[in-house]
């Protein structure tokens, strides 16, 4: 399970006009976080930050006890296959690649994930076919439905399945229920918790829909640890 | 790993890249068809003289004088003389010579006058002596043998009767109708001017111009095939010789002798130089025959890359989803290189098949009607560097849309919507 820890990070999309100035935030290993923020409030950016996606204009990004601001391109990359899981807000699918292939396709980029899933399942696909089941998609599997025969939020659960492949230690999510009615949003919040404990993932919620909060250990409004003007002045 | 992915993505976009293959095949159709028939006609003016030194000739054009006794392009401005021609077969560098006399002709195909003996000693292509399909070599006055073109097209067999006409072209109004000619021989096709033409022997020649005068008929004169046959047959004059060397060094030696003649204007050409001669002069229309092909492919290649910079933005999603598992930019450059590959791989492919199956239909059509005679219609070593090129130029427009693509995930990040 990874720590995260942002110490003063600073990023501006505009030289002069920070965007982000977080000061701290800490997140402990295995912590399932809600981070809420309305729209424009810098939540893509931070996930780009997250993910080595961007760089802070200054500060330390310390994921599992790396500096990921300190690696080189090339090496977040690695990074980012080896132990971060991302699950979009929608489209989240390759729609030319079978449910089981986009599952497996976390592992085409990590030998590390890779080896992990080697490990405690016996083969890739194993791993993913079992992800599959525990996230409700048996029948799918078993009928090959296309991507596109899939409802939203059966996509989304293909989505996470893919995120945990090979258990990296960070699990990430953006926005996954925006598509999704209340009933279902709440079943696969739920859901989502239950995969990420199972697969001892911290899991990092970003949201605008504060009813989500319920469901979290933690919840973390953007505009409390963003000092940035640009939100406040909006 | 990479590759499935741009397989299967390339898969689901395939009703698109069909016909940006299907312009591509047809760019190399072309672009095959033109180099196929610019080297055929190349091979096929060097097959028709081989194993032949020199070709004398009167005094005039170097190429000219290959153009009409070999090729049968045009006519000799000038004859030599028949004393001349036995002087250089009788020189002792000489291992043989045969004469060439024009001017006749038989429904539009050339009539060559010459001896039997150059059924045994013209050769063609790599050094191949001319066969017979039917028949053999001419031995009596009124005997001849027809290319296989000739047989073909006019339906000739052994024994038919034919007639010559004066002059060479399609339609004569002074035929030699009272002299017919026993067909006596049928050559096998060589894919050179040869089966386009008669052989009759040089007296035969000189027997049909009996009782003519600045040709035509003298008026009133009847000689009867008899009274010719009893005659002195021996011609005065010829349109040209060609000439075999004993060894290659008397090949020279014996070009300036005849060059500095004085008693008669002649010429000496060697085949080879006179080739070329005529290959730096249509070789500006074989270089803007193959710059419109290229041009052509290059239009392909424009498509191609036009479709690929319009589908890029249609396919920010996916190149988010493949940063996120961790793809580094190389893969999404590699993916769209990759694809421009694919379908310049295949159009190519398309395209080589579409050539080849098209030159061996249209073969016949090419051999009647243009006299062109497409001696393979499959791909050649010859063509691999050109082939590789196209591929390389396909597979390098890839990268400006995957140049391309990588700005766009440098900017979108994780966060692409559409």
């Not at chain 2, 006609?41 to 194993?51: E, T, Y």
């Not at chain 2, 598992?325 to 990759?338: K, M, N, Q, S």
Request: aromatic content about 8%; some cysteine.
């Amino acid at each position: 399970m990874a720590k995260v820890l942002l110490d003063k990070v600073k990023y501006s999309w505009i030289k002069d006009a920070p965007l982000l100035d977080i000061a701290t935030c800490d997140i402990q290993s295995g912590e399932r976080v809600f981070i809420q923020g309305p729209s424009g409030s810098g939540k893509s950016t931070l996930l780009n930050l997250l993910t080595g996606l961007l760089l802070p204009d200054s500060g330390v990004i310390n994921i599992a006890g790396s500096d990921i601001s300190s690696l080189s391109a090339v090496k977040r990359d690695c990074f980012r296959a080896d132990h971060i899981g991302f699950v979009f807000q929608q489209f989240n699918l390759l729609p030319y690649l079978s449910l089981i292939d986009n599952v497996m396709l976390a592992c085409r980029f990590s030998r590390v994930r890779t080896q992990r899933a080697l490990k405690h399942h016996g083969s890739v696909r194993k791993a993913a076919e079992q992800l599959l089941v525990e996230l409700g998609l048996e029948k799918q599997l078993r009928q090959r439905v296309t991507v596109a025969e899939l409802s939203v939020g059966q996509q989304q659960r293909v989505a996470v399945a893919r995120a945990l492949i090979g258990s990296p230690e960070l699990l990430i999510a953006d926005e996954p229920t925006s598509a999704l009615d209340a009933a279902s949003r709440d079943t696969f919040t739920e859901l989502l918790i239950a995969e990420a404990s199972r697969y001892n993932s911290t899991l990092l919620l970003v949201s605008h829909d504060e009813a989500l909060g319920q469901h979290f250990n933690r919840t973390i409004l953007l505009q409390h640890i963003n000092s940035a003007g640009v939100f406040h002045a909006a | 790993m990479l590759l499935s992915v741009a397989l299967s993505s390339s898969w689901s976009r395939r009703h698109t890249l069909f016909f940006i293959v299907l312009t591509i095949a047809l760019s190399v159709t072309l672009l095959m068809g033109v180099e196929k028939i610019r080297a055929e006609v190349r091979d096929s003016f060097n097959r028709s003289v081989s194993g032949t030194d020199l070709i004398v000739g009167a005094r005039g054009g170097e190429l000219q004088l290959i153009l009409y006794s070999i090729f049968h392009i045009g006519q000799a401005s000038n004859n030599m003389s028949w004393a001349s021609f036995e002087l250089i077969k009788n020189n002792k560098h000489v291992a043989w010579a045969e004469p060439i006399s024009l001017g006749d002709s038989h429904k539009g195909f050339r009539v060559v006058g010459t001896s039997a003996s150059f059924f045994e000693h013209y050769k063609v292509g790599q050094q191949t002596r001319l066969e017979f399909q039917h028949g053999r070599a001419f031995s009596d006055l009124f005997d001849a043998v027809v290319g296989a073109d000739v047989a073909r097209q006019l339906g000739y067999q052994l024994g038919e009767r034919i007639t010559l006409s004066h002059g060479v072209g399609k339609t004569s109004f002074s035929e030699h109708d009272d002299r017919p000619f026993s067909i006596i021989g049928v050559l096998e096709p060589t894919g050179t001017p040869i089966d386009q033409s008669v052989f009759v022997s040089s007296q035969a020649i000189e027997a049909i111009h009996v009782g003519w005068q600045a040709g035509s008929r003298i008026r009133g004169q009847q000689i009867s095939e008899d009274e010719i046959r009893s005659k002195s047959l021996q011609p005065k004059e010829l349109t040209a010789v060609l000439v075999a060397m004993k060894s290659k060094l008397g090949t020279f030696h014996l070009q300036r002798q005849i060059n500095n003649y004085k008693v008669e204007p002649l010429q000496a050409v060697l085949p080879g130089v006179a080739l070329q001669q005529m290959w730096q002069l249509i070789r500006v229309a074989e270089n803007a025959l193959l710059l419109v092909s290229a041009c052509v492919v290059l239009a392909g290649f424009m498509g191609m890359l036009a479709v690929l910079l319009t589908s890029l933005g249609a396919r920010r999603k996916e190149m988010a989803i493949l940063r996120s598992i961790g793809a580094r930019p190389w893969h999404i450059v590699a993916l769209l290189v990759f694809e421009s590959s694919l379908v310049s791989i295949v159009g190519t492919l398309i395209g080589v098949l579409m050539s080849v199956f098209l030159l061996m239909f249209a073969r016949p059509l090419l051999e009647v009607q243009f006299g062109l005679f497409i001696q393979s219609a499959g791909l050649s070593l010859d063509d691999l560097p050109m082939l590789f090129c196209v591929v390389l130029a396909g597979a390098l427009t890839g990268l400006w849309p995957g140049y391309r693509a990588y700005q766009m995930t440098a900017a979108d990040g994780l966060t692409a919507r559409y």
